[in-house]
């Protein structure tokens, strides 16, 4: 059932545990991320970005999305746009239908993020859908960044905290020191722990987790395996994830590993298959591949077994 995104998280957020915000941008990986929920019974976050909206149009993501929540009626889902960069692409979705919005204007200065989250909740709130806002940048943070380059790329808990309170956001993604894509860290993985406990106890709110694709040994080895090139990428280890979860995140992005995960079988069949051009037998391996990474992450976040 298509439910607000608040009704997920603040259950989550009561109980501590993660529930994965997993993106798609066809009808392959929206049908993995079910099927994966089913089989872990587990609630569920799709969530797709401008991007995936401009490549699939706001309408087959409504009716992709429609038609799998009433095939899997028992799983309580919601559809939320990630990243939206402005008040109008978020109208748009909460117009279309979405249950929760993420409006992202953490690049701006703190007063001008606040305005316009404002606006997008007051808009979303009386539409009844829920709403993300960021606080700092996404960007890895090493061992040897100084205290005041911290303060200017990652979240300020003094901040986070008059935030939340003016903008009645719903839930808040702090900057605690992970980006997007397959190469997060420089060095060796590292999150501001401290930060994310500061800026949990001074909201009290649902976190977010972005950039938190984890790329563990197996997704590794599959796209290696078939050739695929990862330089020093590397993803937020599962203990990490796990540690972000007990700090107070509730909501945990992932797009990177399914992504790997998908190509890989892609790539394993037509190298392995040259003549072979059925579409249906390229996909069919991703699919499963990307329903067994997301099985065991809902077993990780904690959101296994939930319905
Ligand atoms: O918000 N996200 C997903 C970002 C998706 C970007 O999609 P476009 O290419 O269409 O812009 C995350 O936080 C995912 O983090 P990850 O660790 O999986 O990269
Ligand atoms: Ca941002
Ligand atoms: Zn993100």
């Known amino acids: 059932m298509l439910v607000k995104g608040s ?38 976050i799709v969530q797709a970005s ?31 746009l990630d990243h939206g960069t402005s008040f109008e692409s978020c109208k748009k979705a909460v117009d279309a239908g979405f249950t929760s919005v993420m409006i992202d204007a953490s690049h701006h200065p703190f007063k001008e993020n606040l305005e316009l989250t404002k606006q997008v909740v007051d808009y979303a709130h009386s539409k009844n859908v829920s709403v993300e806002a960021e606080l700092g940048r996404l960007m ?10 911290k303060d200017a790329v990652l979240v300020n808990p003094d901040e986070a905290e008059e935030f939340v309170k003016v903008s009645h956001v719903d839930y808040l993604a702090p900057a605690i020191g992970t980006s997007h894509g397959a190469f997060k860290f420089k060095g060796e993985p590292k999150l501001d722990f401290e930060r994310l406990v500061e800026v949990k106890k001074r ?22 395996d078939t050739g695929g090139d990862l330089k020093g990428g590397k993803g937020v280890p599962f203990d990490f994830i796990t540690e972000s979860i007990k700090g107070g ?13 998908f190509i890989a079988q892609v790539r394993k069949m037509a190298q392995e298959n040259p003549a072979e051009f059925d579409l249906r037998k390229y ?12 099985v065991e992450r809902m077993q990780v976040l904690g959101s296994a077994d939930k319905i």
């Open 249 to 261: 995140v509730n909501k945990i992005n992932i797009d990177t590993d399914l992504r790997l995960a």
């Open 283 to 294: 996909f069919n391996p991703g699919i499963e591949a990307v329903k067994a990474v997301i």
């Open 50 to 80: 401008e991007g995936a909206i401009k490549y699939l149009g706001i309408d087959m993501v409504l009716s992709l999305v429609h038609t799998m929540s009433k095939r899997y009626p028992h799983i309580p889902v919601a559809l939320h």
């Open 203 to 224: 909201t009290n709110i649902p976190l977010v987790l972005h950039g938190a694709s984890s790329i563990p040994q197996s997704v590794r080895q599959a796209f290696l």
């Open 140 to 149: 890895g943070i090493e061992d040897n960044i100084s205290v005041d380059e």
């Open 7 to 44: 009704e997920i998280l603040n259950k989550a957020h009561q109980e501590n545990y993660g529930v994965g915000a997993f993106n798609f941008v066809n009808v392959e990986m929206l049908r993995a991320i079910f099927e994966a929920a089913d089989h872990a019974k587990s609630p569920l």
